[in-house]
T-cell receptor, first 116, second 115 residues
Framework: DTEVTQTPKHLVMGMTNKKSLKCEQH?????MYWYKQKAKKPPELMFVYSYEKLSINESVPSRFSPECPNSSLLNLHLHALQPEDSALYLCASSQLGVAGGQNIQYFGAGTRLSVL | AQSVTQLGSHVSVSEGALVLLRCNYSSSVPPYLFWYVQYPNQGLQLLLKYTSAATLVKGINGFEAEFKKSETSFHLTKPSAHMSDAAEYFCAVSPQGAAGNKLTFGGGTRVLVKP
C-alpha cells in the first residue's frame, strides 16, 4: 500500500476562519511533508517533519501551523488566511535514511483550498 | 543550491509519436533525480528515479530517462505517446548525502497528445 490520504479534498474558508487539513499514511514512513502548489506551477515545499519533529520550515507565514501528532498523521492548521493562499496543498511521505535524498516521496491527491 | 530547469512549458505530440521532455540540473555533485507525473486534480506520481546505479533508467508506463553527466541532463522519453499520457510532468532534484529528502521541482511541462 503506497497511499497517502488527504482530507478534505476541497475546502472553502473565509479570512477569519480556522480550519485544518489532514494527511495520513500507513507505510511506516518517518518523514512527512507539506507542499503548496499554485495553478500551473510546481509544488513548493513548506514543511518537513522527520521522526515527528519539525526539521524544515521554508519561511512559511505563521498563519500556517503544522502538527505531527504521531508517525502516521500530519495536520496543517490554517488561521486568518489571505486570498493569495488559495492553492492545492499536497502532503507527501517518505522513508528516512543515511542516503535520504534518494528516498521516494509518495504524494496524496491534495486539498484544494479557496480563501474568500 | 541545486536547481533543475525544464525546457518547454508545453509539448504537443501526436498519438504514437515520440515523447521527449527535457530536464537539466545545476549541481556540482550529481544529485538524485526524479521524474513525476501529475494528472488533473491529482497528486504527483513517481515515474522513475536516478540514484547513480545506472545511467539509463526505466520507469512506469513505458517511460525511460538517461542521465548524462557531461550535459547535466536527465531527459525523459517514451517511444510512442498514448492519449493517457496527457498530463503535467515535473523533473525534480534532491541532494546526495542528505538525511532527509528536500525535493526541488522544475517548472513542469504540460504534455498534450493529439489523436
Amino acid at each position: 500500500d503506497t497511499e497517502v490520504t488527504q482530507t478534505p479534498k476541497h475546502l472553502v474558508m473565509g479570512m477569519t476562519n480556522k480550519k485544518s487539513l489532514k494527511c495520513e499514511q500507513h507505510m511506516g514512513h518517518r518523514a512527512m511533508y507539506w507542499y503548496k502548489q499554485k495553478a500551473k506551477k510546481p509544488p513548493e515545499l513548506m514543511f518537513v517533519y522527520s521522526y515527528e519533529k519539525l526539521s524544515i520550515n521554508e519561511s512559511v507565514p505563521s498563519r500556517f501551523s503544522p502538527e505531527c501528532p504521531n508517525s502516521s498523521l500530519l495536520n496543517l492548521h490554517l488561521h486568518a488566511l489571505q486570498p493569495e493562499d488559495s492553492a492545492l496543498y499536497l502532503c507527501a511521505s517518505s522513508q528516512l535514511g543515511v542516503a535520504g535524498g534518494q528516498n521516494i516521496q509518495y504524494f496524496g491527491a491534495g486539498t484544494r483550498l479557496s480563501v474568500l | 543550491a541545486q536547481s533543475v530547469t525544464q525546457l518547454g512549458s508545453h509539448v504537443s505530440v501526436s498519438e504514437g509519436a515520440l515523447v521527449l521532455l527535457r530536464c537539466n540540473y545545476s549541481s556540482s555533485v550529481p544529485p538524485y533525480l526524479f521524474w513525476y507525473v501529475q494528472y488533473p486534480n491529482q497528486g504527483l506520481q513517481l515515474l522513475l528515479k536516478y540514484t547513480s546505479a545506472a545511467t539509463l533508467v526505466k520507469g512506469i508506463n513505458g517511460f525511460e530517462a538517461e542521465f548524462k553527466k557531461s550535459e547535466t541532463s536527465f531527459h525523459l522519453t517514451k517511444p510512442s505517446a498514448h492519449m493517457s499520457d496527457a498530463a503535467e510532468y515535473f523533473c525534480a532534484v534532491s541532494p546526495q548525502g542528505a538525511a532527509g529528502n528536500k525535493l526541488t521541482f522544475g517548472g513542469g511541462t504540460r504534455v498534450l497528445v493529439k489523436p
